[in-house]
């Protein structure tokens, strides 16, 4: 009798700043398909993005580190922070796979990540070594995520992508970020704790 997989899944992302649909994601992810643990891993600034409003990570880590030490099943994880040049996905996942073989990946990540993965380096490797757990915001990219697995799956036969099932949850980090600015509460979308650092340490205003 073969040996059950460790289950795993990476919620990754620069988290800047981390907020409350982000747990609500990993909390669905890790109760719909019964992880074992999650691992909430910061990233650098990714190739894709422009690093003009990106916080430092020792600073986001602090944040993720706040809003996830409620939750047993989750640990920070600073993996891509410790390696040095481009970091991509599918090198983080090959990798991962390599010193783990034993453990079976979950890279869990939102309807709108999940609409350009096929851009992504390597995306091939992606989905071969992890299970993609992806999920809307909102019912209309809810509506959207069966299409684009469906599409996914025509051009990778072999994907493993499954849809987790969330409550309605419609901002971003970059609304998030532009409220602050505006000087506007931002109480209900982040951790208590969370909204205590950004008000004390003034981030993101301007």
């Given at each position: 009798?073969?040996?059950?997989?460790?289950?795993?899944?990476?919620?990754?992302?620069?988290?800047?700043?981390?907020?409350?649909?982000?747990?609500?994601?990993?909390?669905?992810?890790?109760?719909?398909?019964?992880?074992?643990?999650?691992?909430?891993?910061?990233?650098?600034?990714?190739?894709?993005?422009?690093?003009?409003?990106?916080?430092?990570?020792?600073?986001?880590?602090?944040?993720?580190?706040?809003?996830?030490e409620k939750y047993d099943f989750m640990e920070?994880?600073?993996?891509?922070?410790?390696?040095?040049?481009?970091?991509?996905?599918?090198?983080?996942?090959?990798?991962?796979?390599?010193?783990?073989?034993?453990?079976?990946?979950?890279?869990?990540?939102?309807?709108?990540?999940?609409?350009?993965?096929?851009?992504?380096?390597?995306?091939?490797?992606?989905?071969?070594?992890?299970?993609?757990?992806?999920?809307?915001?909102?019912?209309?990219?809810?509506?959207?995520?069966?299409?684009?697995?469906?599409?996914?799956?025509?051009?990778?036969?072999?994907?493993?992508?499954?849809?987790?099932?969330?409550?309605?949850?419609?901002?971003?980090?970059?609304?998030?970020?532009?409220?602050?600015?505006?000087?506007?509460?931002?109480?209900?979308?982040?951790?208590?704790?969370?909204?205590?650092?950004?008000?004390?340490?003034?981030?993101?205003?301007?």
């Amino acid at each position: 009798m073969q040996n059950k997989k460790y289950k795993i899944g990476i919620l990754g992302g620069t988290f800047n700043p981390i907020h409350n649909a982000h747990i609500s994601l990993g909390k669905a992810a890790y109760k719909q398909f019964s992880l074992d643990k999650i691992l909430v891993m910061v990233s650098k600034t990714p190739p894709h993005k422009s690093n003009t409003d990106i916080l430092d990570a020792t600073v986001r880590s602090e944040m993720v580190k706040l809003a996830i030490e409620k939750y047993d099943f989750m640990e920070y994880s600073d993996f891509e922070l410790q390696r040095t040049g481009y970091i991509y996905t599918s090198d983080t996942l090959t990798l991962l796979t390599e010193q783990n073989p034993e453990t079976e990946y979950y890279f869990i990540l939102g309807g709108d990540s999940l609409e350009h993965i096929k851009n992504w380096h390597k995306p091939e490797i992606i989905l071969q070594k992890a299970v993609i757990l992806a999920s809307g915001r909102n019912s209309l990219q809810g509506k959207k995520l069966d299409n684009q697995i469906f599409c996914l799956k025509q051009i990778f036969p072999k994907a493993d992508i499954r849809k987790v099932i969330l409550e309605d949850i419609s901002y971003s980090s970059t609304e998030i970020r532009n409220l602050v600015r505006q000087d506007r509460d931002i109480s209900s979308m982040v951790n208590e704790r969370v909204y205590k650092y950004i008000k004390e340490h003034k981030l993101y205003s301007i």
